[in-house]
């Protein structure tokens, strides 16, 4: 049984227009002139999508989205929109339209629409990327992300440093009818400034000193999937610019490339640092913010999350212990205890890097308090400093561990016994930090 598009447009040509392409597409449907009549024959079908003008003669298609997200919060809802009429069109998505097309319709545009929104799963789906928690937050937080994974709308996702932005963007991206496409994240802060519109929207051949061969950009990577830019906030004005081009128009050109090229891509971005209070600034485009901006989501930070953090504990070293191909490993609750009561400024990401050390550095089977090592308050405070300058505290660390243990195996001609116990550890614990760190 094909798919029933329901069509609500008072234009006879509009109608016409896109029940040929529902039906060109080996789709059913029906159609309305008014919401009036939409909403008896949704009364009386099981419509997939409902495909809805802005403005009717018996009401607005905007608050129409809101209705059926009410009554209907399974159909995804689709708006066709005037040309300029862009900020109404956002204000659909904020109300819950799946997505949207402008006028004159774009048709190739609408077909891409209507094979998404069908694609849409009747229950939310599970996914290997989930959250673990069980506070009030955690569950709010979930709700919202299933609902966000029903739409194409761009999401902003906030939060500070550690708390798992990126994981909240998979979920989003799993749980919806992109699932099967590319999730491509990409660190806006780790690409040059001078490479930055060939990393995005890629180059052709002899288009620039280097380009030796064509190469497809982020944009072209991620189509019909889902781009997730990380720390958004660093991107340059000059790539804003492009960037809120490619987003509004669906299209791209590479660097050296005669004509646009059409994508498909659900944008999700994210950013530890006030990305408001920048625009005020005038660091940000208002205009860009206002098209990532659609739907924000945060993402709160592991210490209002409770007990949560027990949780968390045992599903890292639970994960780690696989990882590593360890037999058994418990922890002692003195351990659990002062973890607890530690406000955690690097939230998960923090909890995370203290509990491989204390698996590194404990001594037979069991982690004990003395194996958990917390920064002091000065320490954790720097640890936040730092998180917010984008310094990163556990790579400096790890570069001082791995200088102290390969000159400790060059002293002991790599004798990892030998080794192991100049440097006050058990050889079980140097094997696993030879694997961690890469030495061979």
């Known amino acids: 049984m094909s798919a029933l598009i ?23 449907c029906i159609c309305a002139d008014s919401l009036g009549s939409a909403r008896k024959l949704l009364g009386c079908n099981r419509v997939d999508l409902c495909l809805t003008d802005m403005k009717l003669p018996d009401g607005d298609g905007v608050e129409f989205v809101k209705e059926i997200q009410q ?60 959250i673990i928690g069980e506070s009030e937050d955690i569950h709010e937080l979930k709700a919202t992300i299933n609902k966000l994974s029903r739409s194409q709308a761009p999401v902003y996702i906030s939060g500070e440093s550690g708390t798992g932005k990126e994981l909240v963007a998979r979920m989003i991206h799993d749980k919806g009818s992109r699932s099967s496409a590319s999730f491509v994240p990409v660190n806006c802060g780790a ?9 995005f929207f890629g180059h052709m051949k002899g288009s620039f000193t280097g380009a030796i061969t064509d190469k497809a950009g982020l944009f072209h990577t991620a189509n019909n999937g889902t781009l997730f830019l990380d720390e958004v906030a660093d991107l340059p004005q000059s790539i804003q610019v492009k960037l ?8 791209i050109r590479p660097i050296g490339a005669q004509r646009e090229i059409p994508i498909d891509v659900r944008i999700l971005s994210a950013t530890h640092k006030n990305l ?13 913010f206002y098209r990532i901006n659609v739907i924000e989501i945060n993402v709160p930070p592991l210490r209002q999350r409770g007990n949560d953090i027990v949780l968390l504990i045992k599903y890292i070293l639970d994960t780690l212990i696989k990882i590593h191909s360890i037999n058994h490993i418990e922890i002692e609750e003195a351990a659990i205890s002062k ?14 890097n203290i509990l491989e050390r204390a698996l590194t550095l404990c001594n037979g089977e069991k982690i004990t308090s003395e194996d958990v090592n917390l920064p002091t308050e000065n320490n954790a405070s720097n640890i936040q400093k730092a998180s917010e300058k984008e310094a990163s505290l556990d790579s400096y ?25 100049q440097l006050g550890i058990s050889f079980r614990a140097l094997r696993y930090r030879l694997e961690k760190l890469g030495i061979d």
Do not use: C
């Open 6 to 28: 329901l069509i609500i447009d008072d234009e006879p040509d509009i109608r016409e227009l896109l029940q040929i392409t529902v039906q060109r597409m080996g789709l059913d």
């Open 339 to 352: 973890l607890v009561n530690y406000s955690f400024p690097g939230n998960v990401r923090e909890l995370e």
């Open 71 to 130: 009554q209907y919060p399974a159909l995804p809802t689709a708006v066709i929109s005037a040309h300029g009429s862009i900020d109404t069109a956002i204000q659909a998505l904020k109300n819950g339209a799946f997505d949207f097309v402008t006028k004159p319709v774009d048709l190739s545009q609408l077909r891409i629409l209507i094979e998404n929104a069908i694609k849409l799963p009747s229950s939310i789906p599970a996914s290997n990327n989930e």
């Open 191 to 199: 690409i040059p400034h001078d490479l930055m519109e060939s990393e």
């Open 397 to 421: 660390l790890v570069d001082i561990e791995k200088k102290k243990i390969i000159d400790a195996l060059e002293k002991n001609k790599w004798n990892k016994t030998a080794t192991a116990k």
């Open 244 to 251: 809120l081009r490619a987003i509004q128009e669906k299209k």
């Open 276 to 288: 408001a209070q920048l625009v005020e600034q005038g660091v940000f485009r208002q205009d860009l």
